[in-house]
Each structure stands twice: as C-alpha cells, then as structure tokens.
C-alpha cells in the first residue's frame, strides 16, 4: 500500500518560503498551488489580486508556487518527520515488507509506461530522472526495510 502523501508548508515571518510533498505519487502530476495574503495593507493596486469568495468582492496578494519533492538524501525538510514530531500520526504506520515494496515500485513503472503508451508519448528526459529517483528512493526503502542501516 502507498505512503499517504504529506505536505509541509513553510513560513518565515508570514510568508510562504516552500510547498513540499513527500510520498506524492510518481504516476500523479504535482499539485498547482496558489499563496493568497489577504494582508494588503500599503500594496498598490497592481499588486493585488480581485476575484469572489461566494459573493463577496476580495483583493489579495496572489501567486503560485511550485512544490519541491522532498526525496532522502536531500537538504530538505521532510513533511513525514516534522508530523512525527509533533504526534500527527501517519495514516500508514503499518511497516511494509521488503516484497510489498518491490511490488509498489513494480506496479508504479507499469503504470507510467502504461499511461506513455496510451498517450503515445517518448519518454523525456525528465521522464528519466523521475523513474532513476523512484528507483532510487525505492531501493533505500527496501534496503532499511530489510534492516540494513542506509545512510545519505
């Protein structure tokens, strides 16, 4: 069974520094994420968004932010262990066997190879790198599920 995804969403003084997901699905396109201050004391009028909530008029600080990927290894912070931290348990504490996640991985390139067959599509060349860093992270999964102590 897949990891529930997690999402981190990081501030300093108020604003939102990064959107990071960890566990997303590889066959899943990345969420489109919009930031929206409704702070917009001394803004000019160019700066503001106008749209509705409902009925009413509202103007905002609007803009779009692309999510990072948390992946092991990296110098970024993990969603999964800032909820373990504060006792936000996951919904897959359930440990999986080194089997189910050789099966995951198996079921998850089929999968994608699937959807470029039925979209007709060459696989590019982040494509690529998405399928060197699924494996990659896979195979550290399964080589801590195994017990082997797996360091950055």
């Known amino acids: 069974m897949p ?4 999402i981190a969403v990081v501030l300093e003084g ?11 699905p590889a066959q899943l396109v990345l969420p489109r994420v919009a930031v929206v201050d409704h702070d917009t004391e001394g803004a000019d009028a160019g700066e503001l968004t106008r749209f509705t ?15 990072l990927v948390y992946k092991s290894g990296d ?14 348990p996951a919904d897959d504490e359930e440990e999986r066997s080194p089997l189910e996640l050789v099966h995951e991985l198996r079921k998850y390139i089929a999968e994608a190879d699937e959807l470029m067959i039925r979209t ?24 801590q599920a195994m017990g082997e102590p797996v360091t950055g």
């Not at 108020?14 to 997303?24: N, P, R, T, Y």
């Open 14 to 24: 108020g604003l939102v520094q990064a959107f990071i997901v960890e566990d997303w």
């Open 120 to 143: 007709d599509q060459a696989p590019t060349s982040q494509d690529y790198n998405d399928l060197y860093q699924l494996v990659h992270d896979s195979l550290i999964e399964l080589l």
């Open 3 to 6: 990891r529930t995804p997690s």
């Open 75 to 88: 110098d970024v912070l993990s969603p999964r262990i800032v909820l373990a931290a504060i006792s936000e």
């Open 53 to 67: 909530i409902g009925n009413d008029p509202v103007e905002a600080f609007c803009r779009g932010e692309a999510p």
